[in-house]
């Protein structure tokens, strides 16, 4: 069973928060605090401009203001780089974590990593043995055993909910078995290297409170849960406090957590403007928010903010190539199969000007990467072929096609009111229009409900459009749907027929899921990178960076790439 993942990032609604905590994909920031002092901290310092420079406005508690609010609280319904994801991080744990210095899995509610090593793994590479922390309470007072992460995990998949990520456990697992209060074990359907990471790891296989949920409601098939929506019982450093819609959530430090437990409880403010942002970070009345890259210059001058400029997010913007549709806007005079001849493909590959589209639209926060693996994953090779801005090569391409002389219009579907979007377009535009007169493409901006319902129509009524890839933690959640040829998009968009060798794709991104083995797993995903370089089904404009302004009270910045939102339990505030 496939499931569909080509949505909008960072809401059910699809909306698109501009820098959220899904940092460099599942990302996020690492907070060393500094304790501080009332002797440190004098109350009522300020700036010259009326802002406060030092004042602690917020005593005990970390205050986010954030660009969005979740959809659902329930692992089981929350859609992949949502808000929720970053929430839910924090009150609900999984059997495994990745911590504040590394990408290296660590125990978390299992207390070792399966491994082939370990005897975890069986020698087929098909059962996982977790054995499990004792000692664990949930929220609500219970105690974690292994029958919760068989609850938790059959539930998601009963409700396989279409807009949560069920896929994860329904496409993986074959079977699972309580072996003993503390020991679960897992089947997945076939040798999988990247389970650990994109189901184990992943959001939907959080572990939830059977007491509660059934106290509230139950499990219905394909049903969600009005209960797990807005309320939240888990294992985690915090407690669910509050939802206060369009204003606020709360997380209370959990006392009888098993681990270290956390310092200071936190508050997400609900505040979509940006400038109401920067004027809260200002007054003192943020510690954190969150920003656009180009507005960072609003806050680098107020005393007591450091900004960190670094990271990558694991949600890379590209721009598709779609082979399928029968239905383009009328001013359109390409084939339906324009885009089939590979020579093409690579034209508008040459025809996109990369360094001005980091430079320019990402205002010099982004990064190149390869075809497909972000900066940040595994198999990501600096040393990969990527496309340089050359019209003089994309000139030489397309005139071995019949389009030199008779030339095309094409266009190209972007969501309005998205620069980083519509940059890509407005740049290719101006590389191909710059290549021949005769080529001309339409940018077409549609508002937000309108180009989501474009571009989940089956096939995509556009043959061009942009947008960012959903994030990832390991290179087959970039790969199967992006680049297989009965994948997600390649079903959507007709590769098999585009591909030169499709079932050699098709066999190299199945040999990279199933080898377990990490060099010839590199191995496998390079050449994959020269193939992909060489028959593109998208053009790889660049992966966004970020900026991050902090009170500087909260110490120095770190980011961890796979994180999905902030770990608060690592932070601490005098």
Same mark, same amino acid.
């Given at each position: ?15 698109? =928060?501009?820098i ?5 994909g ?29 004042e ?5 508690v ?5 660009n ?7 692992p089981?319904?929350?859609e992949?780089g949502e808000?929720? $994801? ?14 504040p ?5 660590? =125990? ?31 929220h609500d ?6 029958e ?10 009963t ?15 074959d ?7 503390f ?19 992943n ?10 949920? $059934?106290?509230n ?11 797990m ?7 985690? =450093? ?5 939802w206060k ?10 006392e ?17 403007e940006e400038?109401?942002?920067v ?10 928010i ?10 680098s001058d107020v ?5 960190? $400029?670094g ?10 190539f779609?082979?399928k549709?029968?239905?383009?806007p009328?001013?359109d !005079? ?18 996109f ?6 430079n ?7 990064a ?13 090779d600096?040393n ?21 002389? !008779? ?27 710059k ?17 989501d ?5 089956d ?6 459009w ?9 290179p ?8 297989? =040829?009965?994948?997600?998009?390649? !079903? ?5 027929d ?11 991104i199945?040999?990279?899921?199933a ?17 992909l ?10 992966q ?5 302004p ?13 994180w999905?939102?902030p ?8």
């Open positions: 069973m496939k499931m569909q993942t080509i949505k909008r990032k960072h809401s059910s609604a699809h909306s698109r =928060p501009r959220v905590a899904s940092i460099a599942l990302a996020s920031l690492t907070l060393v605090l500094a304790a501080c002092t009332a002797a440190s901290s004098p109350e009522g310092s300020s700036n010259s401009d009326g802002s406060s420079s030092t602690i406005r917020n005593a005990g970390i205050v986010h203001a954030q969005g609010e979740p959809a659902s609280l329930d089981a319904r929350t992949q808000k929720g $994801e970053a929430f839910i991080d924090n009150v609900y744990e999984r059997l495994v974590d990745v911590g210095s590394g990408p290296d899995l660590i =125990p978390s509610l299992a207390t070792e990593i399966p491994t082939l090593e370990n005897g975890l793994v069986s020698e087929d590479r098909l059962t996982y043995t977790f054995p499990l922390r004792e000692g664990v309470v949930f007072g219970t105690d974690f055993t292994a919760d992460v068989l609850y938790s995990w059959e539930r998601v998949i409700m396989n909910l279409p807009e949560g990520q069920a896929g994860a456990l329904v496409d993986s697992v079977s699972m078995r309580v072996v003993d209060d020991t679960f074990e897992v089947t997945i359907q076939e040798p999988d290297a990247s389970f650990l990471y994109s189901v184990v790891l959001t939907v296989a959080s572990i939830v409170s059977p007491e509660s949920v $059934e106290a409601g139950g499990i219905q098939a394909d049903t969600p849960s009005e209960w929506d807005t309320n939240m019982v888990g294992t985690g =450093p915090y407690v669910f406090g509050e819609r369009g204003e606020s959530l709360t997380m209370i430090v959990f009888n957590y098993w681990g270290e437990p956390a310092k200071v409880d936190v508050r997400w403010d609900i505040t979509p400038s109401s942002r004027l809260a970070l200002r007054a003192g009345d943020a510690d954190i969150d920003i656009s890259p180009s507005n960072v210059g609003d806050v005393e007591g903010v450091t900004i960190f $400029e990271g990558l997010l694991l949600e890379p913007i590209h721009l598709g779609n082979m549709s029968d239905n383009l009328s001013s !005079t390409i084939p339906m199969d324009f885009f089939a001849d590979k020579r093409i493909r690579q034209a508008f590959s040459y025809a000007d990369y360094d001005t589209y980091i320019s639209f990402l205002d010099g926060y982004g190149r990467y390869t075809a497909y693996i972000p900066q940040g994953v595994f198999g990501y600096e990969a072929p990527i496309y340089e801005y050359d019209l003089d090569m994309a000139a030489e391409l397309m005139k071995q096609t019949p389009y030199w002389e !008779t030339g095309f219009t094409v266009s190209v579907l972007v969501q309005a009111g998205e620069p980083e979007f519509e940059g890509v377009a407005l740049l290719m535009k101006d590389g191909v229009e290549m021949n007169p005769n080529f001309r493409v339409n940018v077409v901006s549609q508002a937000e409900t309108q180009f319902e474009n571009l989940g129509a096939p995509v009524p556009y043959a061009l942009v947008k960012n890839a959903d994030p990832g933690a390991d087959h959640q970039f790969f199967d749907p992006h680049q297989h =040829p009965d994948g997600d998009w390649g !079903t959507k968009h007709g590769m098999r585009a591909y030169e060798d499709p079932d050699k794709i098709a066999e190299l199945d040999a990279g899921k080898t377990v083995d990490p060099d010839k797993r590199l191995a496998i995903y390079a050449e994959l990178q020269q193939l370089y060489e028959d593109p089904m998208w053009v790889y404009a660049a966004e960076g970020l900026a991050y902090y009170r500087s009270w909260l110490g120095d910045f770190n980011i961890n790439p796979l999905r939102g770990h608060y339990e690592y932070y601490t505030k005098g």
